[in-house]
């Protein structure tokens, strides 16, 4: 795949239902089909790395259910529960050969998808993911602290924080974070951030994957990756440096290009 130049490309928005649900769609660009799924503090906005992103997918950016404008599950209890609704959408969508990137959180529900059905995908991104036990260090229990220090210390550089957000957070991103919140702590709460059956079940995924991390992750230890990489045969792990936990914040065009040879 080339790489074409990337330009802002407004995205349209919808709601499809799926199993009794409701979920809101962003959608943008053209080309093969991308689904991104979004970390534990849902989705703040349309961003660099979206767009470059767009510029060589069409890309399909949904509130995962709970987050957002996405209806609740109210009988949703873990990661897997959502990975079930999402694979639900791709069947909705009728859409194949899709690469799926998972950013955090998104990509733990990426990685349950992928051990119940691939048949509908191209590749597979996760990105500083959640899901796995580390075999060293904990994964940080962002119910325990403010919403802007979890998402500072998620960053490379925490005083980009502010270039970001400006002096005073806006009252729609606290919304936002907290309602998310909320849901994250529904489903991933005993145990925090990751499942016990996972690791098992990685050997089915036969679907070429690639494993993305910041060298600067102060929120999901590194071992992860390797654990991961441990459990995907088919996988390759790439480390972008200068990069925190968000890692599409702190290097978008590097995280881009990486997705878009990987796809390719």
Avoid: C
């Avoid at 060293?136 to 005083?159: C, K, T, W």
């Avoid at 489903?187 to 016990?196: A, E, G, K």
């Avoid at 071992?223 to 925190?244: D, M, P, R």
């Amino acid at each position: 795949m080339t790489t074409a130049t990337a330009v802002t490309i407004e995205p349209t928005t919808r709601t499809v239902e799926v199993a009794g649900l409701e979920l809101k769609l962003r959608e943008s660009g053209s080309g093969p089909p991308l689904l991104l799924l979004h970390r534990s503090t849902g989705v703040i906005g349309w961003d660099t790395f979206e767009d470059r992103l767009a510029a060589n997918f069409t890309v399909i950016h949904p509130d995962l259910p709970g987050f957002g404008d996405s209806e609740r599950p109210d009988w949703a209890r873990e990661p897997r529960d959502l990975a079930i609704i999402v694979g639900r959408l791709l069947e909705a969508l009728d859409i194949e050969d899709v690469t799926l990137v998972g950013l955090g959180f998104g990509g733990f529900v990426a990685a349950e998808l992928a051990t119940m059905n691939q048949t509908r995908l191209k590749s597979l991104v996760l990105v500083s993911s959640a899901g796995i036990k580390p075999r060293e260090g904990e994964i940080v229990d962002q119910m325990l602290i403010a919403h802007d220090d979890y998402v500072r210390r998620g960053l490379n550089d925490p005083s980009s924080f502010e270039t970001r957000f400006g002096a005073e957070l806006h009252p729609d991103v606290k919304d936002i974070w907290e309602f998310s919140r909320i849901m994250a702590a529904r489903i991933t709460w005993s145990p925090y951030m990751f499942s016990r059956r996972l690791p098992h079940l990685l050997g089915v995924v036969s679907t070429p994957t690639l494993i993305v991390w910041g060298d600067n992750d102060q929120i999901i230890p590194t071992i992860i990756s390797n654990q991961y990489a441990e459990g995907l045969a088919n996988s390759t792990q790439e480390t972008i440096a200068s990069a925190g936990h968000i890692v599409e914040w702190d290097q978008p065009e590097q995280l881009a290009a990486l997705i878009t040879s990987h796809a390719g």
